[in-house]
C-alpha cells in the first residue's frame, strides 16, 4: 500500500521501480514470468515488506492500529510511513521535489504498462489522475488512502477509526517513521546491490 516508499526505495532505475510497485499483484513464482529487472523490482518490494514487518519499530507502531484492525494494522502503517516520507525534507527538500519525483515515476511506469498485471493495470490510471503519490503529504490524502484500503480489504468496513488513530497518534507515528526510515533505506539499498 506504501507506493511512494517502494517508488523511491527503487532507486531512480525504471525497471525495478515498476516491479516494486506491482509487486502486491504478482503472486508467488510469477515473478518468474517477468524480465530479470522487473523480477529484481518484484523482489526487492518482498524484502521490503519483509523487512518492515519484523522491524522492532515498526511492530510497536502496530500497536496503534492493531485492536482495531489486528492483521491489517501493517498496511495503516504503511501508508502512514508514506505520509512522513513525503512530508520528510531531508529526501524531498521542497514541495516541488515531491511533485517531480511523483511525476517522473508515472512517466517511468508509462512504459511499463505491458508489464503490469491486470490489477495494477486497472488502478494505475487513478493513481496518476489523482497523483496519489503526491497527495500522501497531505492529511486529507492519508483519509482517502485509509478508506480505499478499507474498501479493497475483504473484512474491513471501517476506515474513519484509522484515520482518527492517525490523527491521535500523529506525534508518536512520526518518530516511528523517523527511527526506522534510515534503516529500510540502508537495507533496501543493499539488497538491491546484492541481486
Do not use: C
Amino acid at each position: 500500500m506504501n507506493y511512494l516508499a517502494h517508488a523511491y526505495l527503487s532507486f531512480n532505475q525504471p525497471a525495478i521501480l515498476a516491479g516494486n510497485l506491482i509487486s502486491d499483484f504478482v503472486k508467488g513464482k510469477q515473478h518468474l514470468q517477468y524480465p530479470d529487472e522487473v523480477r529484481k523490482g518484484i523482489l526487492l518490494h518482498r524484502a521490503i515488506d519483509a523487512f518492515t514487518d519484523e522491524h522492532a519499530t515498526t511492530r510497536e507502531a502496530k500497536d496503534i492500529f492493531r485492536p482495531h484492525y489486528r492483521l491489517y494494522s501493517s498496511a495503516f502503517i504503511d501508508v502512514s510511513y508514506d505520509h512522513f516520507l513525503a512530508n520528510d525534507w531531508q529526501q524531498f527538500t521542497d514541495d516541488d521535489s515531491l511533485s517531480a519525483f511523483s511525476q517522473q515515476v508515472y512517466n517511468s511506469l508509462d512504459n511499463y504498462l505491458h508489464v503490469f498485471p491486470e490489477p495494477f493495470r486497472r488502478m494505475y490510471p487513478y493513481m496518476k489522475q489523482q497523483n496519489w503519490l503526491y497527495n500522501y503529504r497531505h492529511v486529507a490524502g492519508i483519509e482517502r488512502s485509509f478508506a480505499g484500503l478499507v474498501h479493497r480489504a475483504a473484512y474491513l468496513t471501517d476506515s474513519q477509526t484509522a484515520f482518527k488513530l492517525f490523527e491521535e497518534n500523529y506525534h508518536r507515528l512520526q518518530q516511528y517513521y523517523t527511527d526506522f526510515f534510515p534503516a529500510i533505506q540502508q537495507y533496501a539499498y543493499d539488497t538491491l546491490q546484492s541481486m
